[in-house]
């Protein structure tokens, strides 16, 4: 597996998440109803008529401190919020598999996170808007691992380990 086949991947990867993430802002044409607790100013539950639910802490209305959305389809975040966006630690799950485990930012991953994808390739490293970016590593189903630097979602530099412990250096082009 060469670069530009690792970047594809996560390219791939990263564009199926973010089409799920959609689900995170409140759409303006569902009603939404406080069916328990405080939903301005306090820890509630609020559902939504297309089968969204948000169980957790709101302030001024916002999701806002630590709780959990639940889509109709089986899509979940949990962990914190901040205005309506996840930020802080979170996990994102998705009934194909998909898992984001790490930091969030304005909805985005940013900071450390770790990815695991559904035919069990894993990026554990560092985000920043959504996209691998500084140190990272990626290991694909069948044991090759790729362990070096992204930028922007780009594998820059870094080496290929086989299963065999065999290594290849790999440099920006």
Partial sequence: MNKKTISKLITVAMVLILIGLFFYVKNQNTVPECIEGDCQNGIGTLIFDDGRRYAGSFREGYYDGQGTLTIADGRQYVGSWEKDLPSGQGVQTNPDGTKYEGEWKDGNYHGHGVLTLPGGGVYEGGWFEDK?????????P????????????????????????????????
């Fill in 142 to 173: 069948d044991g090759r691992k790729y362990v070096g630097q992204y930028s922007k979602g780009v594998a820059e530099q870094g080496v290929l380990i086989m299963p065999d412990g065999t290594e290849k250096v790999i440099n920006s082009l």
């Fill in 132 to 140: 691998p970016h500084g140190n990272g590593t990626y290991t694909h």
